[in-house]
């Protein structure tokens, strides 16, 4: 039988060998097929020269179709696809134009060219109007917060505190609350809240306002209901600021204190614990108000004895704190114990900027600390001091204020020597130990690094105590800016603060808002406390970036153009591309929502030109080609924008407005009377964008009640001149009714016409125009429309907005003029690709540089559409009827894709919406190497990424190392058994048993910040038809036939691909033919083998992996930043708060005397009290802390021996304080620190005192004291002799541990060993060469 075909074939010499092959393939296409098997039995039983005969027959039968075949080379005929394509284009044009009215509007338009004048955009000139607006706008809030910090000081000035006050105040969480018989609860009285839409219909009451105190607080302590009740004063200036500017939103007080004060009075409910974790203190606004930026090492002891709790104490510390710094602030974690660890190895000897992304990467670390060894606190000091030093000279810091944070269990000494070598006398760092447990042997020691470098001790017992005592460090850094009275402004990054109970309920409807908050602090102006540094606490109001955005007229920025502002740290303040939110069931928070630089979503400009101009506050141009994704980043649009910038004065922010080259660099201004424009706008079908601001109607509560055409109408009445409107977009919109109102009548004419969409395909036609005017006519009942969603407030994108004109607008105006884009909607539920929108531009001339005037559409059914098509690849030019080829063919697959790759219509349904190189990824991949389409490499600075919880959290193994190796065996123990469950044969033999265990285990997952890099595809506009072949090496074909069923097609293909075998024909061919005048292609392939081998083409993100050394240069890298205006570091008058006692170490006497200054009246010996006196720089004897000594100084000229009034003239100024080594006293009363219990006076002998410049405490002047020295182990308290000889020499003053005085006591250190009084050995004390000097007297 074969010889028989083949000798019969080769008597054919005028066919080629391909054509031959050819002819095989469908011989035995047929021979298989259950049409010709009797044919193939009776084949197997002839001659062969019947079999001859036969196949003479069967080829002449054949020969049209293997002609055809051959004709096109690829087997498709390019004029049969073209003339499909044509059939459909002109169809689906002609009702796209007749249902949207295009050529109608087009008409009006040009009718009205006489009355139009074009205008180029004078970018930077709009700018800088743009700002002054914003600054106009901010500057009003920042004078409602000046108002309310003047009210505030000067009801607490007025203010005496009475510890006994009892007082009844509106309690947030209590208020309209009763108990079981129906009687208000205590701090629970009737509060009348009403809905009010200004606050988004929430029940609020606008005459009060309400006290939230944090759970953990007693909500009638004395000092708290002092505060609470001089601040009921600010009810009134809130309503007087509502008043005064009706924009305004929530306005607050957070105290010092812990309660939160808030207008307009609102209901705070509980979480499901029965609690509210909101506490003031911890937001940034308030954090931002009080301090100056600062930068921080955070030294945290992880020596063997931090084991257990207090290590865990100790991370929540840590935590605590990164919570403090913000994005002006920097900062680094260093571990030690014999060694030093900085937490993130990679940035040891830097700060780094306390951003949300820093400060998350640094939580995750701390998981990896674990005790050992022992604690070595002066290597970390001494690090600590040259980190700040070094990070300092950079210049890359805040250059403002300097803390060492301290988290340790105990300290052995005080390192004079550390302090006096990095921090003495300056003392530009503060230091803020931290004691963790409820062991105080070493609190003395801790101390006293506080008092002697301008820090606070805080002592934390249990991890309930961590939030309120590591806040305490914040009151002290406060108190310089307090003292110099500086009410400094303050403006957050953008956030979203969904703690807050309107927040909360917001969330549920709309989502959570994004703000940003001014503030300033509050001070203590009572001139008794004024050098103390009393914060109050710190007034805010939101300002949510809509609210910025509606100062933005967005008809002056073109279709593509859009406004953003950045902070002075490059942060995105508003954007269009800020992605604060991500979709996981229902929208959640990103990570890292607030601090997206600039350059993440600007990243075209490599070299941050932009980004650094606007940081630096400098006014502009910048011009660079963008793509910009639109359709949930589906789509791209390559772009040139010009960038103009300048900035916002009186905030840290800058401006800047991008706007695209072409028509989005010019505007025309249309002229109508005002009563034709009044006549047509207030036609039903007119609605105009509901977010932009025609009309200001916040000012003045009774035009909040107003829509924007009946402000419009009273504005042109003129009989409210306080209504302020946008003039310019007034007229341009009543110029946009006149011009649009003829489609309506046309649009009601086709409705009527029943004779018109009888099968109800299209539903809906739509227009917009550049001045954010919408026309809509409906051709079905609404409850008809397959779209619901469509031209709605829920569908965002097809909409005007406030920062973008609708999708479906921006599209048409990138199309070429006269010409429609269809697209499918990307909409969240699958109903919304059962519709079809088709759109195209007004341009106003014919030229590129004409400014698109309108946009109209149609909405039709997916569908309608799709038959629309079927109907056109039936035609054929042949004269019988006979087509040589259809899109019915089971040979053959039709697609019809956009200009983006989606796809359109298929045979297979569910294809519908899906990236064409996901379905056919060979061809795909030959189009995008034959230039048809054009990959767009994009990127994602904002991306979200999941990953495996459990992958999330192995850092926790490194706690301790035997965790690591008992998870090990753990995990190894774990993988074997359920190697054993589910092992059988088959599977393993077939399937990746690992990858398949590893789906079956996967549990649940985490998102995480990432960058991501990903495709957008876009098609070639020069390029209108192309055929080409794809060399498929791997070809297979379908071993059965097609059925007789209308599913036949289908199933055949989906059973070929997953039953194939291998065929003899090599290449695989394709059509591609533009559809006219529209934006798609019709793509027909040639379906007789399958390319398997090759990949599909898809657009899924990657993720960009860094290598680690390039994760280290991420973190090291500081863009380009400006440093807040104001700071306050230090104040001379600063007066120390507790826990400084008078008796530190080097400074200590509290004495029993009065100080004017700090309002003490005593003037008798009285007990001591840790909390009066002053550490360095706060000696005793400066003017500022003047005490008049009951005892006489000869140097100075003092005889009284008795208590004397005060004068501070009388005593030296610095530098000779009291406690210096050149003018010290041996006074009769005790030292604590040191161990001296003589409280009794003893008389003064001017002659054994030691006149300048030979102190009393050198050692040549030393005196024996005749008392003990605890510290250093010396229980005797009883007077011994002097001797002179046995004292050190320098540099071992009498107060270092190493030196101190020898009395007959023993000291462990040098070996003595009995605690009883001993004789004098001089061989136990420092050796010579450290004589007395004789150049002194001696005592």
């Not at 196949?55 to 051959?70: E, K, S």
């Not at 963008?626 to 916002?648: A, C, E, M, P």
Request: with cysteine; aromatic share 10%; proline share 7%.
């Amino acid at each position: 039988m074969v010889r028989c075909i083949w000798g019969f074939l080769s008597t054919g010499r005028h066919y080629s060998k391909r054509h031959t092959r050819t002819v095989i393939l469908i011989l035995e296409r047929v021979l298989v097929s259950r049409k010709y098997s009797k044919m193939h039995r009776y084949l197997n039983t002839t001659y062969s020269h019947g079999c001859c005969a036969f196949l003479f027959l069967l080829w002449t039968t054949l020969g049209t179709t293997v002609v055809g075949v051959d004709g096109s080379q690829q087997g498709i005929p390019l004029s049969v696809v073209k003339l499909w394509a044509s059939a459909f284009g002109g169809e689906i044009k002609s009702i796209s134009a007749k249902y949207s009215g295009s050529q109608l509007l087009q008409k009006k338009y040009k009718e009205f060219e006489k009355f139009v004048r074009v205008e180029e955009i004078d970018g930077l000139k709009l700018v800088k109007k743009l700002a002054k607006n914003m600054e106009e706008m901010f500057h009003k809030k920042a004078e409602a917060m000046n108002r309310l910090v003047e009210a505030a000081e000067e009801a607490h000035l007025q203010h005496e505190e009475d510890p006994e006050l009892q007082y009844e105040y509106f309690n947030a969480v209590l208020i309209n609350e009763v108990d079981k018989e129906g009687n208000s609860v205590e701090l629970g009285k009737e509060f009348v809240l009403e809905p009010n839409e200004h606050f988004n219909n929430l029940s609020v009451n606008l005459s009060l306002s309400v006290v939230q105190v944090p759970t953990n607080m007693y909500n009638k302590d004395s000092a708290i209901l002092n505060a609470i009740y001089w601040s009921e004063a600010l009810n009134k200036v809130f309503v007087d600021n509502f008043e005064r500017d009706p924009s305004l939103i929530w306005q607050y007080f957070g105290s010092a204190k812990g309660f939160f004060r808030q207008y307009p009075g609102i209901k705070w409910h509980p979480d499901e614990h029965g609690v509210i974790a909101f506490d003031c203190r911890n937001r940034k606004w308030y954090i931002q108000a009080a301090t100056s930026p600062k930068d921080v090492v955070i030294l945290v002891d992880v020596s063997g004895s931090m084991k257990g709790l207090r290590l865990t104490i100790a991370r929540q510390t840590v935590m605590s704190i990164l919570d403090t710094l913000g994005d002006d602030d920097f900062f680094n974690i260093i571990a030690y114990n014999e060694e030093l660890h900085y937490v993130e190895p990679c940035l040891n000897g830097t700060l780094v900027q306390a951003d949300i992304t820093n400060k998350e990467h640094f939580r995750e670390h701390l998981d990896k600390l674990f005790a050992k060894g022992i604690g070595m606190l002066d290597i970390a000091l001494t690090e600590a001091f040259l980190l700040l030093s070094d990070f300092n000279q950079t210049g890359r810091g805040s250059i403002c204020s300097q803390a060492v944070m301290l988290i340790t269990d105990g300290a052995v000494d005080t390192y004079d020597s550390v302090f006096e070598k990095y921090n003495w006398p300056e003392r530009k760092v503060r230091i803020f130990p931290y004691l963790i447990g409820r062991e105080a042997s070493f609190a003395d020691n801790l101390k006293w690094m506080a008092c002697a470098n301008k820090g606070y001790f805080t002592q934390i017992s249990t991890l309930a105590d961590v939030q309120e005592n590591v806040m305490e460090y914040l009151h002290v850094l406060s108190r310089p800016k307090v003292i110099d009275q500086e009410h400094d402004t303050v403006w957050t990054e953008a956030y979203m603060d969904n703690t807050l109970p309107q927040a909360q309920k917001l969330g549920e409807s709309h989502g959570p808002v994004l703000m940003t908050t001014v503030a300033m602090p509050v001070f203590s102006t009572k001139n008794q406390t004024r050098n103390r540094g009393i914060l109050l606490g710190v007034v805010g109001t939101d300002v949510p970036v809509q609210e910025l955005l509606k100062t933005i007229p967005k008809y002056k920025l073109g279709i593509h153009g859009y406004a953003f502002a950045i902070t002075n740290n490059g942060y995105v303040l508003t954007h269009p591309d800020l992605q604060p939110m991500y979709e996981e069931g229902q929208k959640r928070k990103k990570p890292n929502y607030s601090s997206v630089d600039l350059s993440e979503v600007e990243w075209e400009d490599k070299d941050d030109v932009l980004r650094n101009a606007m940081v630096n506050r400098k006014t502009g141009t910048f011009s660079m080609d963008v793509t910009k994704t639109i359709d949930k980043g589906k789509r791209v649009l390559v772009l040139h924008n010009d960038y103009y910038y300048t900035d916002i004065k009186g905030t840290p922010f800058s401006l800047g407005v991008a706007l695209s080259r072409g028509h989005g660099k010019f505007v025309f201004r249309g002229n109508v009377s005002v009563e034709e424009g009044l006549h047509d706008l207030e036609h039903p079908d007119v609605a105009l964008a509901d977010e932009w601001t025609y009309c200001n109607t916040d000012l003045h509560p009774e035009h909040r009640y107003l829509s924007q055409i009946e402000a419009i109408k009273l504005y042109l009445s003129k009989r409210d001149p306080r209504l302020k409107c946008d003039k310019e977009l007034i007229h341009e919109v009543l110029f946009d009714a006149v011009v649009t109102a003829p489609l309506e009548a046309y649009w009601t004419s086709l409705v009527l016409n029943k004779s018109e969409n009888s099968d109800k395909g299209v539903e809906i036609a739509y227009l917009g125009t550049r001045a954010g005017l919408s026309r809509i006519n409906l051709f079905v009942v609404p409850e008809q429309l397959t779209s619901q969603d469509f031209l709605t407030a829920e569908d965002k994108e097809g909409v005007f907005n406030a920062d973008h004109f609708p999708l479906w607008y921006k599209r048409a105006a990138e199309q070429v003029p006269g010409t429609f884009i269809y697209s499918l909607p990307f909409g969240a539920g699958s109903e919304n690709k059962s519709v079809v929108l088709a759109s195209t531009a007004i341009q106003l001339f014919d030229e590129r540089k004409s400014p698109i005037a309108a946009a109209v559409g149609i909405q039709m059914k997916l569908e309608f559409f799709q038959r629309k098509f079927w109907t056109a690849s039936r035609q054929c030019a042949a004269l019988d009827g006979m087509c040589s080829i259809s899109c019915e063919n089971e040979d053959i697959s039709c697609y019809l894709i956009d200009n983006n790759g989606f796809i359109l219509v298929s045979e297979d349904y569910s294809q519908t919406g899906v990236f064409f190189g996901e379905v056919e990824g060979a061809v795909m991949s030959k189009l995008l190497a034959m230039g048809s389409f054009k990959r767009v490499t994009l990127y994602n600075y904002q991306a979200i990424c999941k990953i495996d919880a459990e992958s999330s959290a192995s850092a926790r193994s490194l706690l301790d190392p035997y965790l690591a190796v008992f998870a090990a065996v753990k995990w190894l123990f774990t993988e074997l058994v359920i190697f054993l469950v589910e092992f059988n044969l088959y599977s393993w033999w077939h399937s990746d048993l690992t990858a398949a265990a590893a789906a079956q285990r996967s549990g649940r997952t985490t998102v995480v910040p990432c960058d991501t890099e990903y495709p957008a595809f876009v098609s070639e506009r020069t390029i209108k038809e192309t055929t080409g072949s794809i060399d498929c090496e791997g070809c297979f074909k379908a071993q059965s036939e097609p059925g007789d069923g209308p599913d036949s097609t289908q199933e055949f293909r989906q059973n070929r691909r997953h039953h194939p075998y291998r065929t003899m024909q090599p290449d695989r061919s394709f059509v591609i033919q533009q559809i006219p005048s529209s934006n798609l292609f019709m793509v027909v392939v040639d379906d007789k083998c399958e390319c398997n081998s090759a990949k599909p083409v898809t657009m899924e993100p990657i993720e960009i992996i860094y290598i680690e050394s390039l994760k280290c240069e991420r973190l090291k890298f500081q863009k380009e930043r400006r440093r807040p205006d104001s700071c306050h570091p230090f104040h001379p008058e600063v007066w120390p708060p507790p826990p400084c006692p008078l008796s530190t170490p080097r400074y200590g006497l509290l004495l029993p005397v009065p100080f004017p200054l700090r309002g003490m009246a005593s003037s008798s010996l009285s007990p001591f009290h840790s909390e009066v006196w002053p550490p360095p720089p706060c000696p005793l004897s400066t003017p500022r802390y003047d005490v008049l000594l009951p005892v006489p100084f000869p140097p100075r000229g003092m005889t009284s021996s008795s208590l004397s009034p005060f004068h501070h003239e009388v005593w030296p100024p610095p530098p000779c304080p009291l406690s210096t080594l050149r003018y010290d006293v041996l006074l009769p009363v005790p030292f604590p620190h040191r161990g001296m219990a003589s409280s009794s006076l003893s008389p003064f002998h001017t002659e054994v005192w030691p006149p300048p410049p030979c102190p009393l405490s050198t050692p040549r002047y030393g005196l024996l004291l005749p008392v003990p020295f605890p510290h250093q182990g010396m229980a005797s308290s009883s007077l011994s002799p002097f001797h002179t000889e046995v004292w050190p020499p320098p540099p071992c003053p009498l107060s270092t541990p190493r030196y101190d005085v020898l009395l007959p006591v023993p000291f462990p250190p040098r070996g003595m060993t009995s605690s009883s009084l001993s004789p004098f050995h001089p061989e136990v004390w420092s050796l010579p060469p450290c004589p007395l000097s004789p150049s002194c007297p001696k005592v």
